[in-house]
């Protein structure tokens, strides 16, 4: 099982992307989904993190009232509505289920997150 993210692309600084996260089954819909990213060079860090119910979610300081995460588990899919984007923005993004289902916080590191897809490269011209 993967989680598969998605809707990656070249952006204008300014400008919004909304990026998907496939999942399958009660796997997905049990768990809370995290979002990550790295950038070239650099560690993956902790974007933001949504709960298995959609009723919570918490955002990285960097990110933090510009990017918002919600989920449909109907559809076994979350997302990354990315606005106001800025050049540091520019990384691979990927989704991630919680090892644990029904947990409602996590720290926001990698080694909490299982079933990890190929990622979805974010760039942000200036």
């Known amino acids: 099982v993967q989680l598969q993210a998605s809707g990656g692309g070249l952006v204008q600084a300014g400008g919004s992307l909304r990026l998907s996260c496939a999942g399958s089954g009660r796997t997905f819909s049990s768990a809370a989904v995290g979002w990550f990213r790295q950038a070239p060079g650099k560690e993956r860090e902790f974007v933001g993190r949504?709960?298995?119910?959609?009723?919570?979610?918490y955002y990285a300081d960097s990110v933090k009232g510009r990017f918002i995460i919600s989920r449909d588990n109907a559809k076994s899919t979350a997302y990354l509505q990315m606005n106001s984007l800025k050049p540091e923005d520019t990384a691979v993004y990927y989704c991630a289920a919680d090892r644990i289902y029904y947990r409602e916080y996590a720290k926001p590191d990698s080694e909490n997150y299982e079933y990890w897809g190929p990622g979805t490269q974010v760039t942000v011209s200036s």
């Open positions: 949504i709960g298995w119910s959609g009723g919570t979610t």
